[in-house]
């Protein structure tokens, strides 16, 4: 391949050096390890790329696990005596154009007892047909949600909490709230038996584990809301959650606190985030040193190209071209790097699902049993948010190692270098 001639001779001259390094037997060395950079580069790009991009896909897994069954966005009163009419707040969220679904909810914590074995974990209060419109997970279990119904006193709770409580539909169970009544003997904890009426399966563990749904009548009646305590939302993105949840609050005014999905679960959002950047350093360091060998392979071939920079400057070329010529040919290694990294990592990333499974019978292992984890299929989900950055950096670490070998050439001395030719 020919670049064009109106191209500067800087171009021209590197690129004529990039292709003789690696064709020419008599500096086979140089070759090697010029060849050896680019390599490096570009399998620490394509490193870069699959490590983020499975990231990426386990944090979309857990993030929409996680999502159809909790709400995008949730406003709670701050009154402390329920809302009257909770239409007329959710009326006032829909005028927002990216709310699509509202829903009243008591949210409580209660411990949960059956025999000896006791628990706390978080009740829910919902309307079912609402609900339906707020959460996946109430959508496609709308014949289970049914069965909740106003007086009935029925739950539907997540799988793992009916497995390790040993119950059935159809068994009773024990809510204990938290907040007792006064008697003339004393504080009485509020007691009610209620009867699992179903059970769902989210595929995420803190939820199938520790969460309670119950008619929004039953909660309100135990926990003595006086009503729905507040309102969830559904939005038509997730990711603007942040977003809404602050023009919504400026909107709807301080009787009223808004909190989106990020910020109930800001734990797990920060850590996932702090675990990427984290990542993303660690694997930069690999792409920074296969760049910096370029630092070695430019050494070699200004030291064996003296006598043709002599020549170059007899001829009227400035230190100036002289250290261009030798940039452009670092930078051109840099970015065939890059190129077959992102190439390489774009294939990877894009067809793990075939390829993993391949590996896993070659190998006969499983990565990822799913009697251990919840998720057995390596997901992926390459990201143009972390490509671009990747390959900038490369391109930027790559030109930085050039520095110093293209000034040393431009520092040659013609007499010097010919002196022994």
Not at 111 to 140: K, Q, Y
Request: hydrophobic share 50%; glycine share 10%.
């Amino acid at each position: 391949m020919n670049l064009p001639f109106d191209l500067p001779y800087e171009w021209r001259v590197g690129w004529r050096y990039t292709r003789a390094a690696r064709s020419a037997r008599r500096n086979g060395f140089i070759s090697f390890i010029s060849g050896v950079s680019v390599l490096g580069i570009a399998l620490g790009v394509a490193a870069l790329i699959i490590v983020l991009s499975v990231m990426n896909g386990f944090q979309k897994e857990v993030r929409d696990r996680m999502l159809s069954v909790i709400a995008h966005v949730e406003i709670l009163d701050t009154s402390g005596i329920g809302l009257r009419d909770w239409q007329v707040l959710a009326a006032e969220a829909k005028k927002h154009p990216a709310v699509v679904g509202a829903a009243p909810f008591v949210p409580a914590q209660a411990l949960i007892a059956r025999g000896e074995d006791m628990r706390g974990s978080v009740v829910r209060g919902i309307l079912p047909e609402a609900e339906a419109t707020v959460t996946p997970l109430a959508a496609t279990m709308k014949d289970t949600f049914a069965r909740l119904t106003p007086g009935g006193w029925g739950v539907v709770i997540g799988q793992e909490m009916a497995r390790s409580l040993g119950v059935m539909e159809g068994d009773s169970l024990t809510l204990v709230a938290p907040s007792g009544q006064v008697t003339p003997a004393g504080v009485v904890p509020r007691v009610k038996q209620v009867t699992v009426v179903g059970t769902f399966s989210a595929g995420h563990y803190e939820y199938d584990n520790g969460l309670v749904m119950m008619h929004i009548d039953d909660a309100a009646r135990l926990f003595r809301t006086g009503g729905p305590a507040g309102v969830q939302l559904r939005l038509k993105d997730p990711q603007d959650a942040r977003l809404v949840a602050a023009e919504l609050s400026d909107r709807l005014g301080g009787d009223v606190v808004v909190r989106d999905w990020t910020r109930t679960n800001r734990n797990w959002f920060d850590a996932v985030q702090v675990e990427k950047r984290m990542m993303f350093i660690i694997l930069t360091l690999i792409v920074a040193v296969a760049a910096f060998n370029l630092v070695s392979t430019l050494v070699m071939t200004v030291t064996d190209k003296q006598a043709d920079i002599a020549i170059l400057r007899t001829l009227g070329a400035s230190p100036r071209s002289i250290m261009g010529i030798f940039m452009v040919q670092g930078s051109l290694s840099g970015v065939m790097g890059t190129l077959g990294g992102l190439g390489l990592g774009l294939l990877v990333a894009c067809n793990i699902d075939v390829i993993v499974p391949f590996i896993e019978r070659l190998l006969g292992v499983h990565f990822l049993p799913g009697s251990i984890y919840l998720i057995s299929k390596m997901p992926s989900d390459p990201q143009s948010a972390d490509v671009v950055p990747i390959a900038v950096i490369s391109l930027l670490l790559s030109l930085l190692a050039t520095l110093y070998p293209s000034w040393r050439a431009s520092r040659v001395q013609p007499a010097e270098a010919l002196r022994y030719e």
